[in-house]
């Protein structure tokens, strides 16, 4: 690997007249750089194949190759692209000056020297030219950082997702067998401890699927499979889904929406979509109360409104509605479980059906959230 300087500086002189050799590293030297020399265009090439300078001052007129095909040369070799070039010229030589900016040049000193004009010149672009070799390297290994970060991170997630799936069916289970020693009519500490078993069975066991759910849709394994639904046959569907937590707390969900109403989609984030959307509503509705759903077309778009009359969302809390694991400060009516990831879900699934959503403020009081989707 080519050696860098440290200290202050190296810089390569490269002039064909010996006395200016001389005397630019003189100057340079006092100052506490590091100096090399080449007499030629050729050999300044041959010794930066060894040693990267902090800066080259580089005379224009030589003879073999001249100041301007070696900058071109080095300009086009990513190893010296970022090695700024100082060219020495004469007063008389100003058309050369300006081809010397085309190339790439970073600057020019006229001869004969002036050696505080050089110093100032030359301690600029060294301290650039380190600036930027310093930012390169932080990039670098900030890059390097966020690829193992992410492997860790891929490494977690696939972990975690094996862990939550291998939950899911043991849940399930005493979910199962719970149901199974609960009699019907049964009254006592038992059949209390047994309907505790099942309701935080219940709780986990939609945790782990939420969870699944973020999993694969934020990796991107969710795969889209659209086909042609009966949008009214789909919302029946998810009240009927809900209709055991809504008749426990007398709530009616009353659907209004065009029975002949299709459109091209995925049914299952459909029915996801509106599950979430239900089931926030009644956990979030008082006892006795009503919840709406009303369903649309406008032009080429189907529009969906779920508007309850419960507990509404609080003003310091709109804007983490749609947040991963946002916590409301309104509190579920029936001491419902909630763990933050439904809205974000519901979100995350309209955008992938290429849709929006939004919560509708209103004087009213209850909580309504619309939105829409393309009919295809």
């Keep these: 690997m080519p050696y860098r300087s440290e200290g202050k500086g190296l810089i390569l002189i490269v002039d064909d007249m010996p006395k200016n050799l001389q005397l630019l590293g003189n100057i340079l030297r006092k100052e506490g750089y590091q100096v090399s020399a080449a007499t030629s265009g050729k050999q300044a090439l041959e010794i ?13 007129m030589m003879p073999g190759l001249s100041g301007l095909e070696v900058c071109e040369i080095l300009k086009k070799d990513a190893a010296t692209r970022q090695i700024p070039i100082i060219f020495l010229t004469a007063k008389t030589e100003s058309e050369d000056v300006i081809m010397g900016f085309k190339v790439g040049g970073a600057d020019y ?41 992410k492997k860790t991170n891929r490494e977690m997630d696939d972990f975690i997702q094996i ?71 789909i919302f029946q569907k998810v009240i009927d889904a809900n209709l055991v937590s809504a008749t426990a707390k007398a709530i009616s969900v009353h659907l209004i929406c065009n029975e002949h109403l299709t459109l091209q989609t995925d049914p299952r984030l459909l029915f996801e979509i509106i599950d979430n959307l239900l089931s926030n509503a009644i956990k979030y509705s008082y006892v006795n109360s009503d919840v709406l759903i009303l369903v649309e077309k406008q032009d080429n778009m189907i529009y969906c409104r779920v508007e309850d009359r419960g507990v509404g969302i609080d003003e310091s809390d709109l804007h983490n ?13 029936g001491g419902e479980s909630s763990n933050g990831l439904g809205l974000f879900i ?9 849709g929006e959503i939004w919560y509708e403020e209103k004087p009213t009081p209850g909580a309504t959230f619309v939105f829409r989707i393309p009919l295809e």
């Design 321 to 333: 509605l749609f947040k991963k694991f946002a916590r409301l400060s309104n509190q579920p009516t």
């Design 346 to 354: 519901v979100k995350l699934l309209v955008n992938k059906l290429k």
């Design 109 to 149: 000193i006229h001869k004969p020297f002036n050696g505080a004009e050089l110093l100032a010149r030359v301690e600029t672009h060294v301290e650039i030219k380190k600036s930027r070799d310093f930012i390169e390297s932080l990039v670098k290994d900030l890059k390097s950082q966020t690829r193992e970060l």
């Design 48 to 60: 930066l194949e060894n040693s990267l300078p902090d800066l080259i001052l580089l005379d224009i």
């Design 163 to 233: 862990v939550i799936h291998d939950l899911k069916n043991p849940i399930s289970n005493i979910i199962s067998i719970a149901e199974d020693m609960s009699p019907a009519g049964a009254v006592g500490d038992s059949s209390k401890n047994l309907s505790d078993i099942i309701g935080n069975s219940n709780r986990m066991l939609l945790l782990i699927k939420n969870l699944l759910d973020v999993s694969s849709i934020e990796s991107g394994n969710f795969v889209i499979e659209a086909s042609e639904v009966n949008v009214k046959e």
